[in-house]
């Protein structure tokens, strides 16, 4: 079973930012597509990206669009989402899934393996 970690959330200002680790261990992520999803306080989870098993293909939720990115790097088996321009309303808990395909999409059903989240909290 693909295990994830999550890191890097805290307490942040509005308009800063930050990066968040999906560190992987017990499968390549050469075979998984990973997104990452956020649950903010009192909501639904929801959708933020996704990157491809290969890392060449992102998709963004429209409110993140130009501000965040998502990235793999292969040799440390582990996933980013660098949150730039950070609102108040991205206060929340970011998780990462991942789903053993080329591709992954936004329903959060169709992914297998989930990390524990890390607390983002964009607060003055």
């Known amino acids: 079973q693909l295990q994830l970690v999550e890191s890097g959330g805290e307490l942040v200002q509005p308009g800063g930012s930050l990066r968040l680790s999906c560190a992987a261990s017990?499968?390549?992520?050469?075979?998984?597509?990973i997104g990452w999803f956020r649950q903010a306080p009192g909501k639904e989870r929801g959708w933020v990206s996704c990157i491809s098993s290969s890392g060449g293909i992102t998709y963004y939720a429209d409110s993140m669009k130009g501000r965040f990115t998502i990235s793999k790097d292969r040799a440390k088996n582990t996933v980013y989402l660098q949150m730039n321009s950070l609102k108040p309303k991205g206060t929340g808990v970011y998780s990462c899934a991942g789903i053993e395909a080329e591709y992954g999409d936004l329903l959060e059903k169709h992914y297998d393996d989930w990390g524990q989240g890390t607390q983002v909290t964009v607060s003055s």
């Open positions: 017990g499968f390549t992520l050469d075979d998984y597509a």
